[in-house]
């Protein structure tokens, strides 16, 4: 499956924002999605994640109450709507997929659990 994330860009803090996963190639409600970050000078991060038919969602305790995902397997995407954003928000947000499996239960913020990865998309937010 190829993803592509859009929606970066330069932000007031304060404002929301909508990032988006677009997915091609495979059927997209057998996918797990992630969406991670990586500031800059850090380790790539856990965001939010959701399962395959959207019952299932996680959130890293940082984000949490912030930021909601949400998947449309009719449109093959996958959003990470986030209000109230703040300056340290700014990094690299990276869309991931996996075929859905019982493990993502408890693995769902690890990199090693994803399979596929987007190329990323750029949030810059200003104080």
């Known amino acids: 499956v190829q993803l592509q994330a859009s929606g970066g860009g330069l932000v007031q803090a304060g404002d929301p924002l909508r990032l988006s996963c677009a997915a091609s190639g495979r059927t997209f409600s057998n996918y797990n999605m992630g969406w991670f970050r990586q500031a800059p000078g850090k380790d790539r991060a856990f965001v939010a994640a959701i399962s395959g038919d959207g019952g299932d969602t996680y959130y890293a305790e940082t984000v949490k109450g912030r930021v909601t995902i949400s998947r449309d397997n009719a449109k093959n995407t996958v959003n990470l709507q986030m209000n109230i954003v703040q300056p340290e928000d700014t990094a690299v947000y990276y869309c991931?997929?996996?075929?859905?499996?019982?493990?993502?239960?408890?693995?769902?913020?690890?990199?090693?659990?994803?399979?596929?990865w987007g190329q990323g998309t750029l949030v810059t937010v200003s104080s």
């Open positions: 991931a997929a996996v075929v859905t499996r019982v493990s993502f239960h408890w693995m769902y913020s690890s990199e090693r659990e994803y399979t596929y």
